[in-house]
Every structure is written in structure tokens, then in C-alpha cells.
């Protein structure tokens, strides 16, 4: 079974408002949160990085930073590399 | 039909970004498919206001609720099985007429996801994080909430340390309601402390 694309319908809204503008949001929210689960972490392993990710850039779209947070996330503990990351086709990846 | 009609647009760096990471760490086996769709499954179905809502409801009915949700705000929001992650360390703050509470996480965006699921975006943006603190009375009458001047507003700082939930004050005329008609009123932005009710 491989995951069911996200359609535009199914995006969470609360109070009327969409949670997530796009299925990609979504995803790096799951991935953030699995990924701390799966290895044990406290959530605070990602939202120090997010913290940062904001700081850096208080202007950038807030699941911009969230992305930047998980990519350092997933560098630092060596679970891939940003060529690694480069390299990846996401056309072949699982859709979005 | 053309042929590639299945092939997606072209996707921008961040929505590419994030799918090389999520298909790095599905292929080394850290994370499944299956996995993500029912944690983004969860927070479509099962996180949210109507949470924190019921809570509330539960704590305007139940004066012992109250008091255990009052003294121990995680342990009383489990009693309905509301937890998981951004759920522990909960501290529930009580408007009264003397006191409104106001939640605002200024470094980032802490939030109670087992109770109000994910935050709007307004609470993530620059403005909300620092004029909630600087000048909560105004943002709140921006906001159309109108704070009268011998209310005193209380601003909590959310943190992995303690997130916040407001106990907004039981509107008058309510006293025929059930519980559930009660949950029915409680809305988001009042557990935020954006909205009296």
C-alpha cells in the first residue's frame, strides 16, 4: 500500500481555515513528528532547530523554516547528507 | 489525454526538498509510507478545537474537573485521552472577570495539537509573536476583541516547558445547556484568548 496523494478536499481546516496551504506541509509536519518518535527523541530535538530556522529568517513562509529544521535534523544525526538530499529525484518519490 | 498526464508539475525547492528527505528516510527504512499518511490522517480527523472544546465544556459542568484540570492540566485532559505530542505540559489558565488570558508562543509556535490541533496561521507570524507581548490589549481589539480597560490581560509564552489553554468564561444564558451544547460553543480562538465567548 503506498500513500493516497493528498487532494486540495481532504487538507485539515480548522474553525473554516486551512491548516496546511499545500500536501508538502503536511508531510514535513508528519515526517518531523515520526522521525522524533521512531528514534526516541524529545520533540524538543526538532522544535530547538525550528526555533533557530525561525529566528534566522522571521520573514520566511513558516514551513519553509520547518523544512530547513528538518533537513538540519536529519543531517546532524547522519540519516543522509545534503548531496544526498540533491541527488534524490522526488519525481520517483511517493507523490506528494 | 497525453501521455505524462500523470506527472506532476514541475515542484518548487521547498515541496522538492521535503519530498528528497521524506523518500531518503523511506528508503533507508527509518520511515514508512503508511506511517506519515496516519499521523497527517490523525491531525485531519482527530485533533483539534472540538477537543478543547469538550475539556472546557467538561470543566463549566464539573466543578471537580475543574479543579483537577486547574491543578493538573495534562493528567485531567488525558482523563478523555487527549495526548501525544505538543500535549504534555499542559497548563490551563481561567478567564474571570477580572483576568483574560491571552497564548502566544513568541520563538516559534508551540501549541497544544492534542487539544486545538495545529495552530492557525496567524499565530505563527512575526506580528502576532511580538505584539501579543508588547501590546496584547491593542492586537486584541484588532483582532475585534475589545478587552474592557479594568480587565487585567495576562500574556503566557508557550514553551516545550508549558503550553497554554484558556478556560474562557461560561457565557451567561447558558445554564439549560448540556455539556455537549456547551462544546458546541466553545471555539478555537477563545482557547487562544483571541475571543471572549
Known amino acids: ?96 | 489525454m497525453t501521455a505524462d498526464h500523470h506527472h506532476p508539475a514541475e515542484l518548487a525547492p521547498i515541496e522538492a526538498r521535503v519530498a528528497a528527505i521524506e523518500s531518503v528516510l523511506v528508503e533507508k527504512g527509518i520511515l514508512d509510507i503508511d506511517t506519515l499518511d496516519v499521523i497527517v490522517q490523525n491531525f485531519e480527523d482527530n485533533l483539534g478545537p472540538m477537543n478543547g472544546a469538550k475539556v472546557v465544556a467538561r470543566a463549566w459542568t464539573d466543578p471537580a474537573y475543574k479543579e483537577r484540570l486547574l491543578s493538573d492540566a495534562t493528567a485531567a485532559i488525558k482523563e478523555f485521552g487527549f495526548e501525544g505530542p505538543e500535549g504534555e505540559f499542559m497548563v490551563v489558565v481561567e478567564n474571570t472577570p477580572d483576568v483574560h488570558n491571552l497564548v502566544v508562543c513568541t520563538l516559534c509556535s508551540c501549541y497544544p495539537w492534542p487539544t486545538l490541533g495545529l495552530p492557525p496561521k496567524w499565530y505563527k507570524a512575526p506580528a502576532y509573536r511580538s505584539r501579543a507581548v508588547r501590546e496584547p490589549r491593542k492586537l486584541l481589539a484588532e483582532m475585534g476583541t475589545v478587552i474592557p480597560a479594568d480587565v487585567e490581560i495576562r500574556v503566557w509564552d508557550s514553551s516545550a516547558e508549558a503550553r497554554y489553554l484558556v478556560l474562557p468564561m461560561r457565557p451567561e444564558a447558558t445554564a439549560d445547556m448540556s455539556e455537549e451544547q456547551l462544546a458546541a460553543i466553545v471555539t478555537r480562538d477563545s482557547m487562544i484568548g483571541v475571543q471572549r465567548l
Open chain 1, 1 to 96: 500500500m503506498t500513500g493516497a496523494p493528498l487532494s486540495d478536499a481532504s487538507l485539515p481546516r480548522d474553525n473554516g481555515e486551512l491548516v496546511f496551504e499545500a500536501p508538502w506541509q503536511a508531510r514535513a509536519l508528519a515526517i518531523a513528528v515520526a522521525l522524533t518518535e521512531k528514534l526516541g527523541l524529545p520533540w524538543d530535538a526538532f522544535r530547538l532547530r525550528l526555533m533557530d530556522e525561525i529566528a534566522k529568517d522571521p520573514q520566511r513562509p513558516y514551513y519553509e523554516s520547518w523544512g530547513a529544521a528538518l533537513e538540519s535534523m536529519v543531517v546532524d544525526l547522519d540519516l543522509t547528507s545534503p548531496a544526498a538530499l540533491d541527488a534524490a529525484a522526488p519525481t520517483e518519490r511517493a507523490p506528494l
